[in-house]
């Protein structure tokens, strides 16, 4: 059984970056589909990003394209969220999650909207603070 472990968060400026890491202890990710989900206070927890196989697309939610990205190291053993241009809305905790059986799809539990719990792996999460 993997763990996932997240780092990286803390208080950043309007405007700044991060970069959050989830670290697999016990194994790699490879064959799951990968995703970062982020919950802000007094919302649900909704999907951010996916990566699924390599070569596969990554996905982005609409109001983090273009500023965040999703990578992978060569071992697929730690994902990777740079996020950019951070703003206020972007404040909340950050989990990461993992699944063999759900792919990274606008219509899988990475995105849909209470799916989420369906997944297989998750991390205790980080926070990030976007203030001034």
């Known amino acids: 059984q993997l763990d996932l472990v997240e780092s990286g968060g803390g208080l950043v400026q309007p405007g700044g970056s991060l970069r959050l890491s989830c670290t697999a202890s016990?194994?790699?990710?490879?064959?799951?589909?990968i995703g970062w989900f982020r919950q802000a206070p007094g919302k649900e927890r909704e999907g951010v990003s996916c990566?699924?196989?390599?070569?596969?697309?990554?996905l982005y939610a609409d109001s983090v394209k273009g500023r965040f990205t999703i990578s992978a190291d060569s071992a697929r053993k730690t994902v990777y969220l740079q996020m950019n241009d951070l703003k206020p809305e972007d404040t909340g905790v950050y989990y990461c999650?993992?699944?063999?059986?759900?792919?990274?799809?606008?219509?899988?539990?990475?995105?849909?909207?209470?799916?989420?719990?369906?997944?297989?792996?998750w991390g205790q999460g980080t926070l990030v603070n976007v203030s001034s």
């Open positions: 990566l699924g196989s390599v070569g596969s697309p990554r």
């Open positions: 016990g194994g790699t990710l490879n064959y799951y589909a």
């Open positions: 999650a993992a699944d063999r059986r759900v792919g990274c799809w606008a219509t899988s539990a990475f995105f849909a909207p209470g799916q989420d719990g369906r997944l297989e792996l």
